[in-house]
């Protein structure tokens, strides 16, 4: 069996939490933890049915041992990355993560499990991923001869992590960032771009004018110096566009190319962060654009000639 704790985390996606759950059983986890968020009051018709449906997809699936959790209350996507992870690590020291969008290669769990036990006493390292976003679109690999790289940003389409760095670090209300502001945007090597992105949405996140469980922790793993794990290839595929989407960013996803990991591992041995792929993710995701270009950008797109 495989001994590494799984946590999935689904909401109202019936027909994609099942074919992930069957690939999940495939690899037959010692331990399954199946989280439902509770559903909103405001719900349609056919979301409230997608929910339920997606309810008795949960309940009907016995294949192996699992922990089912349905919340009554609707929790949200501040705090239930939060609630679900508190919940699991009072039983567990480490967890894979996956949400109802992510359809995951075989190899994405064994390669997790690989690098949360190579790094488990390497503190400097906090987060696994499952994908990577160069390689899902360019097709082409970072490295000629390591399986994975670092990165200064995690990602959250298939994840891993262990729950000292996670109790440690992360905090959904990000308390500390008024005081932490002044030194986070000018002492952590952050480009022009990045400080006007972090400075927007946090300021956001902590007043409460922006819904988020995912921006805090790429926070506290840019502030405190700590690294991420990303595979050469990507393993994960997001789904969730096609089907009720909860956010725009799944839409830059949609057309993902997943490829499966090789066994054994090559190792990276460097532990430096790899800058083409830094430097891909900033010039596509991190470089928010100052006030007078995203004013030209949005005319651009909106005017008609």
Sequence with gaps: MFNVPIVFLTYKRPKETEKILNIITKIKPKKL??????????????EKKNYEDTTNVIKKFSKYKSKKIFYETNIGQKYIGHQILKHAFKYEERAIILEDDCVPQIGFFKFCEKMLIKYSSNNNIAHISGCNLYYGISKKKILKKEDYLFSKYP??????TWKNR???YYDPDIKDWPAKKKYFLNNCNLKMGEKRYFKYFLDKIYHGKQVAWDTQWLYYNILNNLKTIVPNVNLIKNIGYYNTPTGKGAKKFRDLVSKDISFPIKNNLKEILCN??????????????NFIR??????????KF
């Design 33 to 46: 933890y199946i989280f439902q968020d509770g559903k909103k009051l405001n719900f349609s018709s056919s």
């Design 155 to 160: 990602h959250f389409m298939g994840w891993a």
């Design 166 to 168: 996670w109790k440690k």
């Design 276 to 289: 083409e792929y830094d430097n891909f993710l900033y010039d596509k995701f991190y470089n928010r654009k």
């Design 294 to 303: 995203r004013l030209f950008n949005k005319a651009r797109y909106t005017i």
